[in-house]
């Protein structure tokens, strides 16, 4: 397991030093086990479970095994809220020592959230006097650390970033303490959400070193989301909230076989999320169940006026997005399939197989080629002039950091760990690129997203399509440094172009290895995608619990 520094005071915003020696995984552990002790305190039969009846010892808390947590979904966990069965406190301790016991294998968490036992405390607290803040209150929640969390650390996993916290939360954060979630901890990514270097290995950062896998922990998680997909995979925590330009939470979603949700872009604001570009980006939930992704991105929704296309969700799309899944089938769904045979076997079988799912579940099959033109080529000749306008407007905002491009680039240069695995050549690159508004790039963008949308919007209309399917991945490869990621398929990038919904579901597996498929859908019909995907999961039953191999042949 990669051993890489952290700063040791991740919780403190008045650092005015960081101690770049000091090994990661020791400060996770010790911050784990600090952690837990205070939780100790209030654990079943403490204060905070005690409140709703401390006489009646047949409602205590019962603690929740390993293989138990894997299978919980949000409704199944409040209902035993409710029944006095389980509580917030030790549903937060059971997953503080699940990362201390699983994490030093999957390295998917940064830092823990010292303050994460007593909010779960406060939800118990809310809920013996009958407010309880709704679904998510007490639910354990990840967060990639691209997005501000005020006085822990914030990174996007650049070392550059380290000793200073935001000191305000991103709005999607703030949502989430309104719903009542508690804030477990901060998950590695891809640095810069993979916006670094051309061949950088997807799950490393200078801050969290390497993500594996938990299926086969010598194969890749895939990125950028890469700590919150492969965390939520090996039950570290309930859910996790992770953000996406092209592929970033779909990807790592099949890969650790997860689902993940790229919602439509403007449910969820990008106000204080480390950016790429606001043109793609998007923040969106990774969970085992798609009920509890429905669930988080129902609380991650909101008008945010920094952030005008959050201002413009229609008022057709639920609010109760769990709610929408009640009775959700396949019966009469017409679904595209965009199978992109030939490149991988075993991906095709898993496929095939998928396919069978939809069509014995009562669900018509189109054979789709899913045909963006040049939309790709032209949207990444935008982001990289938009990555150093919307990446400096954001470094603007965190006190006593780099401010520009070129400092990071300077920053990195001198740092012994920074390009110890890959070089930071697109950020030369982009520092070479034309200003985001000059002609050529907006241009490049407008067209870009015309091309996708076009695609896209022809497919569903033509073949009158509830969605289309596709392959989120083929299996995971060796992690490597050096030669970049081995992606054979992929299947993000129309809908990320266009800022239409994606949600990868687990399909199967390649020997030990996930797959996941895709079911994109037009702009703002993520409820209906969401109510596929629970159909399909709910017929497939695809996914089961990975046992962290150490290799496979």
Known sequence: MEQTPLTRRTDDANADSVDRRIDRRTVLGAGVTATIAA???????????????????????????????????????????????????????????????????????????????????????????????????GIPVLLKDNIDTAFLQTTAGSRALLGMPPVHDAFIVTQLRRAGAVILGKANLSEWAN????????????????????????????????????????????????????????????QCGVVGMKPTLGIASRTGIVPISVEQDTAGPIARHVVDAAIVLAALRGADRRDTPTLHVPRSLPRDLAGALDGASLRDRRIGVWRQAGIDAGTDRVV???????????????????????????????????????????????????????????????????????????????LAAPPAGAKSIVAARKQAKALARAALDGLLHTHRLDAVMAPSNSPAWRTTYGTGDDFKIGSSGAAAVAGYPDLSVPAGYVGALPVGVNFIGGRWQDAKILQIGAAFEAAARARTAPRFLPSIG
């Open 39 to 137: 939780a100790g305190m209030l654990v079943p039969g403490g204060e905070a479970a005690a409140a709703p009846d401390a006489a009646d010892h047949s409602r205590r808390p019962q603690p929740i095994p390993p293989g138990e947590l894997d299978a919980l979904t949000i409704p199944e966990i409040q209902r035993r809220f409710r029944s006095r069965r389980l509580t917030a406190v030790a549903l937060t301790h059971a997953y503080l020592q699940r990362i201390e016991s699983v994490d030093p294998l999957v390295g998917a968490v940064i830092l823990v959230n010292p303050a994460a036992p007593h909010q779960a405390a406060e939800s118990d607290r809310r809920r013996a006097c009958g407010r309880s803040l709704g679904a998510l209150d």
């Open 195 to 254: 916006f670094r270097a051309d061949f950088a290995t997807g799950g490393w950062s200078g801050v969290g070193g390497q993500t594996n896998n938990p299926y086969v922990l010598d194969r890749n998680p895939s990125g950028s989301s890469s700590g919150p997909a492969a965390g939520v995979a090996a039950a570290l925590a309930q859910v996790a909230v992770g953000t996406e330009t092209n592929g970033s939470i779909v990807s790592p979603s099949g």
């Open 352 to 430: 095939q197989h998928a396919v069978d799912v939809l069509t014995s579940s009562g669900a018509t099959v189109i054979e789709v080629e899913v045909d963006a033109g040049e939309s790709g080529n032209l949207s990444f000749t935008a982001l990289k002039s938009e990555f150093v306008r919307d990446l400096e407007a954001y470094l603007r905002t965190r006190p006593r950091q780099e401010r520009t491009l070129q400092q990071l680039v300077d920053f990195n240069a001198a740092d012994p760990v920074e390009l110890s695995r890959f070089d930071q050549n697109l950020f030369l690159t982009c």
